[in-house]
Nanobody, 127 residues
């Protein structure tokens, strides 16, 4: 059983940056593929980016490519999401999720594959 806790959200102006962190406890993060999702008010949870157990490959939705970077530090049991050039449409609650997998090079975009979730952290981008 792994518990995930996100941090790093906040209020930022358009064009600003934030770095979200996802700290894991109760399990070894290197056994899990990781992903970040977001949910804006009145909308469904949306996949943003994912990373395999080994750190390669990574996958991003088109709207964040070149602006967001997912990373992980298995030694520290953490995953991160660096968000640059933020836009008002990035405003949402951001969640990290974990998928227990035996495949070191696999990532997952289907939220139904994610069994473990953090509580979410609010990101608000003002125009």
């Amino acid at each position: 059983q792994v518990t995930l806790v996100e941090s790093g959200g906040g209020l930022v102006q358009t064009g600003g940056s934030l770095r979200l962190s996802c700290a894991a406890s109760g399990g070894t993060l290197s056994n899990y593929a990781m992903g970040w999702f977001r949910q804006a008010p009145g909308k469904e949870r949306e996949f943003v980016t994912a990373i395999s157990r080994s750190g390669v490959p990574k996958y991003y939705i088109d709207s964040v490519k070149g602006r967001f970077t997912i990373s992980r530090d298995n030694a520290k049991n953490t995953a991160s999401l660096q968000m640059n050039s933020l836009k008002p449409e990035d405003t949402a609650v951001y969640y990290c999720g974990a998928v227990l997998t035996t495949m070191p090079g696999s990532f997952y975009i289907d939220p139904l594959r994610y069994y473990y979730w953090g509580q979410g952290t609010q990101v608000t981008v003002s125009s």
